[in-house]
């Protein structure tokens, strides 16, 4: 099973909003990533946590916050945002940091008002 | 740093026709290689992906690719492409710990 799960799906939020992104893998991976997608574009890292514990984080601004409970589970939390943070955000996991294989989610697809 | 070329941005092709992508990477030292096919509305899956051994490397769906170690290249082909096939292809490669992305290639197939 390589499946990551992420909810919402879609997820429509004002600028002074506070919501989060759930990811979740149950494939016993040690690496959980956040990536942003804009429409037609690869993916941009944002976060790596391994074992738990940020372990990249690509200069991303503070209205975004990683959270991982645990080795299972990975948060996104979002608070005032702007439209141009509109964007479909990825989940992925892998077996470590290293250079291995990455199984993706399905996204959620992210609307900034 | 690493980077990765993808130069066909665009590829319209009939269904039966034969399909090969570009990839070039850039990187001084030993890389992962993978290919990510994205199909409308749908999540990144992978393809394909080269870590050691063969150079020639199967993946799902009929797809192939060809490391080519002297040309930094990762080219991704098929025999024969189905409509099915239409979607965003990314090639990625990973050295450390970061999975860098090409621009992808947008693939049309008309029946």
């Known amino acids: 099973d390589t499946e990551v799960t992420q909810t919402p799906k879609h997820l429509v939020m004002g600028m002074t909003n506070k919501k989060s992104l759930k990811c979740e893998q149950h494939?016993?991976?040690?690496?959980m990533y956040w990536y942003k997608q804009k429409a037609k574009k690869p993916p941009e890292l944002m976060f790596v946590?391994?074992?738990?514990?940020?372990?990249i984080n690509e200069s991303v601004p503070s209205r975004f916050s990683p959270e991982c409970p645990n080795s299972s589970l990975l948060n996104l939390h979002l608070h005032a945002l702007q439209p141009e943070d509109s964007a479909l955000y990825l989940c992925?996991?892998?077996?470590?940091?290293?250079?291995?294989?990455?199984?993706f989610g399905p996204g959620t697809r992210l609307t900034v008002l | 740093a690493q980077s990765v070329s993808q130069h066909n941005h665009h590829v319209i092709l009939s269904e039966a026709a034969s399909l090969e992508l570009g990839c070039n990477y850039s990187?001084?030292?030993?890389?992962?290689l993978f290919w990510y096919v994205q199909y409308p509305g749908q999540h990144l899956q992978l393809l394909l992906k080269?870590?050691?051994?063969?150079?020639l490397v199967k993946g799902i769906k009929g797809f192939e690719a060809e490391f080519i170690k002297s040309k930094f290249s990762f080219n991704l082909r098929k025999p024969s492409v189905q409509w099915s096939d239409t979607a965003e292809y990314f090639c990625?490669?990973?050295?450390?710990?970061?999975?860098?992305f090409g621009t992808g290639t947008r693939l049309q197939v008309f029946p």
């Open positions: 992925a996991s892998s077996q470590e940091i290293t250079a291995d294989t990455q199984y």
């Open positions: 494939m016993g991976h040690r690496a």
């Open positions: 946590y391994s074992y738990e514990k940020l372990s």
């Open positions: 990187y001084g030292g030993t890389v992962n």
């Open positions: 080269y870590f050691s051994g063969d150079p």
């Open positions: 990625a490669v990973t050295g450390t710990d970061k999975l860098i």
